[in-house]
């Protein structure tokens, strides 16, 4: 089993930044190291999609909305991943998921929220 825990969402003006944390608990490090990790996003009304992912192997990829804006990381002595979210917008508002990948099977933080104020 592995239990994700996110933290950092909050209120934030538009063009502010907020850094969310995802801590990946009851897990070995070679479990997390070895799992693709992403950061999903849902606003009211709208299905979850996908804003950065992590592969085990180390590479990334961002959904074009996010590009040039985000920045996912992830530091696997810590089983945590980062999101680096930079000149937010309103747009942006969403209840943010932590995912990750394990052998196939996936585990998904219970989220939180980040609101930009325009």
């Known amino acids: 089993q592995m239990q994700l825990v996110e933290s950092g969402g909050g209120l934030v003006q538009a063009g502010g930044s907020l850094r969310l944390s995802c801590a990946a608990r009851r897990s070995i490090l070679s479990t997390f190291s070895s799992s693709d990790m992403a950061w999903y996003r849902q606003a009211p009304g709208k299905e979850r999609e996908l804003v950065a992912s992590s592969t085990r192997d180390g590479s990334t990829n961002y959904a074009d909305f996010v590009k040039g804006r985000f920045t996912i990381s992830r530091d696997n002595n810590k089983k945590t991943t980062y999101l680096q979210m930079n000149s937010l917008e309103p747009e942006d508002t969403a209840v943010y998921y932590c995912?990750?990948?394990?052998?196939?099977?996936?585990?998904w933080g219970q989220g939180t929220q980040v609101t930009v104020s325009s």
């Open positions: 995912n990750a990948q394990y052998l196939g099977r996936p585990f």
